[in-house]
């Protein structure tokens, strides 16, 4: 799996101009994690709900797209802000064989996981050595 080149570290909460919104668009963090049977990906989106939050696996590319609400509650005044709040927006080149049928996603407490499972054909085996004598 690789982003860019090996997912090298960027700036914390960098943002990029989206041409079609004409206003910045922020990275989310996010983990990746692999087990013999999927890849996983941990995004912080706090303040976002599953319902802003669209999921896409096509030809090896994986993008998360969304939406994070205003943090803002009345009239208080934001003096430090670490989340990005907007629009968002992170993609993945997957190298390793994905079940695309297979993929799920959940969101919790501000944290967005996505499971990838590998194809049969990819997940390693063991082959047991038999004894001839």
């Known amino acids: 799996m690789s982003e860019q080149t090996a997912m090298e570290r960027r700036p914390e909460n960098e943002t990029q101009m989206d041409r079609a919104r004409s206003n910045a668009v922020y990275v ?16 912080d989106l706090p303040g976002s709900s599953s319902n802003n939050i669209d999921i896409r696996y096509e030809d090896g590319q994986l993008t998360l797209n969304g939406k994070v609400g205003e943090r803002n509650p009345g009239a208080a005044r934001t003096l430090l802000r670490e989340y990005g709040v907007g629009h968002f927006n992170r993609s993945f080149t997957i190298e390793e064989r994905i079940d695309a ?16 499972p590998k194809v049969e054909a990819v997940k390693p085996r063991t082959i047991k050595v038999k004894a001839k004598d």
């Open 28 to 43: 989310p963090n996010v983990d990746v994690m692999e087990t013999p049977e999927e890849l996983i990906l941990v995004a």
């Open 101 to 116: 049928e297979k993929i799920s996603a959940e969101y919790a407490r501000g944290v967005l996981t996505v499971h990838l």
